[in-house]
């Protein structure tokens, strides 16, 4: 059976990855330093404890389980803090991923899957996003994404290093079988935010804006489903293993949701009343983000199971009320 090196197996993104790669027949090796993972979420394959700029540590990791392939989903992804501290950002994302990137070459690993982001365009000139759409990234999280992708092309022209770079727009939701989901700490995605309002774990959800140039002022965003982003990812694994080229493709639904249609939608689900205070922007938020995933769709072959918002929420309170009843 194929091993596939998984950084960041232990997130959010990764473990529903190394689930879809497992039913897929893969043996996905979860490297993970466990910062922000959780060695419970890695269930379909080894976890290997490491740093990516642990040369040495990752040498052993893929001497020992001889992946065909790497998934690249580790780094640190809170994009008010890039801004704060960017040297973390650059550091961990890009020197981290150099590191990666060098150790594949040197292990002859010819085949790269890379966890990047709609943070790479910056703010849109035109929706939805198309991936010619000009990258200019406006903050130190973005940019650190951006950057790995351009490392990518060119470990292409030197080394013969395929890689896809999958640009995700607002991944959420929990694995339908209830098996893994979302657990960052701290948490500051809007969808487990309103899910905590709803449970009363916070008194309520803060509105970031409401003076927005958006049919009811506040942001819209496209939600994907982290099942379906897997999906997408063994799909991109497989091409690049049949010899497919370097590329990027996006990764939404097409379809934005404002801030209040979320609230909305989430008590509709769970039945439960979600307080919502309005409050100032949050700085660095776009208006609108929404993404056009034709690409991948019509060259993959990529066609979501989970993406009508309802679905998406009521996996992600699956799982929510599911740590309450303390099984994990
Ligand atoms: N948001 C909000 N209140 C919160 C968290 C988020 O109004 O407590 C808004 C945020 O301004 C954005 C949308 O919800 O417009 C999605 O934010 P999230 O942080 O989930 O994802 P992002 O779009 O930043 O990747």
Redesign the pocket.
């Known amino acids: 059976m194929s091993t596939v090196l998984v950084t960041g197996g232990a997130g959010y993104i990764g473990s529903h990855a190394c689930k879809a790669l497992a039913i897929a027949g893969f043996t996905p090796v979860s490297y993970d330093n466990l910062e922000h993972g959780h060695a419970e979420a890695v269930r379909w394959g080894p976890l290997e404890q490491g740093d990516l700029a642990d040369r040495a540590r990752l040498d052993a990791v893929i001497a020992q389980h001889r992946p065909v392939a790497a998934m690249h989903f580790a780094a640190y992804a809170y994009?008010g803090e890039s801004v704060t501290d960017p040297g973390k950002y650059y550091r961990n994302n890009v020197v981290g991923s150099l590191s990666l990137l060098e150790a594949l070459r040197d292990h002859g690993i010819r085949a790269c899957v890379f966890s990047s982001t709609c943070a790479t365009y910056g703010v849109p000139q035109q929706l939805p996003l198309t991936e010619d759409h000009p990258q200019q990234p406006i903050n130190p999280y973005g940019a650190s994404k951006r950057m790995v992708e351009r490392m990518l092309a060119d470990f292409d022209a030197a080394h013969g290093l395929r890689s896809m770079s999958l640009r995700y727009f607002?991944a959420a939701g929990a694995d339908p079988d209830g098996e893994t989901g979302e657990g960052h700490d701290p948490e500051?995605?809007?969808?487990p935010?309103v899910l905590d309002a709803a449970a009363g774990k916070r008194p309520h959800?803060?509105?970031?804006?409401t003076d927005y140039a958006t049919p009811d002022g506040t942001?819209v965003?496209d939600y994907i489903h982290v099942s379906d982003l897997a999906d997408a990812h063994v799909l991109a694994l497989r091409a690049l293993l049949e010899g497919a080229a370097t590329t990027a493709y996006n990764l939404g639904n097409g379809q934005g949701f404002s801030?209040r249609e979320v609230i909305d939608c989430a008590q509709r689900v769970t039945g439960r009343e979600v307080p919502a205070v309005l409050g100032p922007r949050?700085a660095g938020?776009p208006p609108t983000?929404v993404g056009d995933a034709t690409r991948i769709r019509r060259e993959l072959g990529w066609s979501p199971r989970l993406a009508d918002l309802d679905t998406i929420i009521a996996t992600a309170w699956r799982w929510h009320t599911r740590l309450d009843a303390g099984n994990r």
């Not at 500051?188 to 969808?191: A, D, E, N």
């Not at 959800?205 to 804006?209: D, E, K, L, Y």
């Open positions: 994009v607002n500051t995605h809007l969808i935010l959800i803060t509105v970031f804006g942001c965003r801030v949050r938020d983000l």
